[in-house]
Structures are given as C-alpha cells and as structure tokens.
C-alpha cells in the first residue's frame, strides 16, 4: 500500500500566483518526519523543507510552507509567489522510525508566463 | 560544500553484464540510502544502510541486485545479470542518524540504459 500519496501528476500555474502542492503520508509510528524535494529538469534531488511530526508550528522556508494538517494526515507544500524557475518535479517523503526515508511518486509543476 | 559522489554518470551495457555502481556518502553521514527512479514507478527505495550494516533492502530484486558498504566511505549496488528493465535513474543519498531533520543528500545519480 502507498505510503505517501500525492494525487495532482502534474499542475500547470501561472507566475507570481501561489500554488499548493497535496501530499498525504500514513504511518502508526508517531514519530515521523515530513520532507519536500524538488527535482528540476537536470536531474538533481533539492531539499526544500521538513516537518518533523512533533513540531507545533508548520515548517516555513522563504517562499516555501508546509502545511501541516496531522489529524487528517497531510502535509502539503505550498510555494508563493511562483518562479519560472519552480518548474520542476516535486516530491514529498516521509521518514519512518529512525531513518528510513520513502518518497512519494512527485508531482511535476509547470509554471506559465 | 561537501556532496555525494556516485560513479559513473552514465552507463550502457547490454543485457546480461555485470554492472557496478559506486557511491561514497558525505564524509560523518552514517546512513547511506540507494534509490531507483523510473517514471512508471518514481523513486523506489532499494536498500539502506546505518552505520555500514544494511538495514532494509526488501525493494530490492533479490536474486540479481546486492548492495553492500565495504567501508564508510564507499557504497556499492551491483546487478548481476542486468536485464533491460533495470535501465533506471540509481541515486545514492546519506544523512545523519539522529538528527530527524536532517534531509538525505543526494547524488546526481548513475543513469544506466540495459540494451
């Protein structure tokens, strides 16, 4: 069973408009942490964010939020003010138990001029 | 900045050749991470490991896949015989353990192509 579960395949926004990226995780560990990636057309894996399942404040970056909802067991990304140079894949993961790490299977988001 | 270093770029082979890619972690990370992207599947974890031991590697096709850390600065994932739908996009990542949030540092990935 999906682990990590991100519905939108791709998302098509136009620049300087916030965009909201969905990610729902499941997990009986109730220590957990919550991370997004972005991957951009060279390939490479970005670091975005993290969420560790005991923070109380939702985790923020610059542009980037997370926002987190544990009750209902989503953590979705969300980018303002978009970039052209957002476009990318993006991928939500999450980490059970000490250290193992699963990943979602990303959405890829195409910022519009 | 230091960085995972995965070896070679890019292979192609043809089916049935060993094929051997290399990895070495951040130097102080002590987990190591190999992951396989496809688009079909995204990123599949295949094997991990803590402190040199493997700890996990039930994504990975048992009789042909083998990843082992021979010592702290070297990560190996080894298929044996390929076979074309293994091409993939193989990346190596390492973190601290005991720092949650601490993210994975990736590699820029081995892309092997199996004709």
């Known amino acids: 069973a999906q682990k990590i579960t991100q519905t939108q395949p791709g998302m098509f926004v136009q620049e300087k408009e916030a965009v909201t990226l969905d990610c729902t995780y499941d997990t009986s560990d109730p220590s957990y942490g919550l991370f997004w990636y972005k991957q951009p057309s060279s390939g490479e894996m970005i670091f975005l964010i993290y969420?560790?399942?005991?923070?109380?404040q939702n985790a923020t970056e610059g542009r980037y939020s997370l926002n987190f909802q544990k009750a209902r067991k989503s953590a979705n990304l969300v980018i303002s003010a978009s970039q052209l140079g957002d476009s990318a894949m993006y991928f939500c993961?999450?980490?059970?138990?000490?250290?193992?790490?699963?990943f979602g299977k990303g959405t890829r988001l195409h910022i519009l001029p | 900045d230091a960085r995972v270093t995965q070896t070679p770029r890019h292979k192609v082979t043809e089916m049935g050749q060993e094929v051997t890619m290399r990895c070495q972690p951040i130097?102080?990370?002590?987990?190591v991470f190999w992951y396989r992207q496809t688009m079909m599947q995204g990123l599949e974890l295949l094997a991990y490991f803590r402190n040199r031991a493997p700890l996990d590697d039930s994504g990975m096709p048992k009789d042909r896949f083998s990843a082992e850390m021979p010592d702290a600065t070297l990560a190996t994932l080894k298929i044996q015989p390929s076979e074309p739908r293994d091409s993939a996009v193989y990346f190596c990542?390492?973190?601290?353990?005991?720092?949650?949030?601490?993210?994975?540092?990736f590699g820029d990935g081995t892309r092997l192509s199996i004709l």
């Open positions: 990542a390492s973190g601290s353990l005991g720092t949650g949030g601490s993210p994975q540092h």
């Open positions: 130097l102080g990370h002590n987990t």
């Open positions: 993961a999450m980490r059970e138990g000490r250290d193992k790490i699963i």
């Open positions: 969420q560790g399942s005991y923070d109380q």
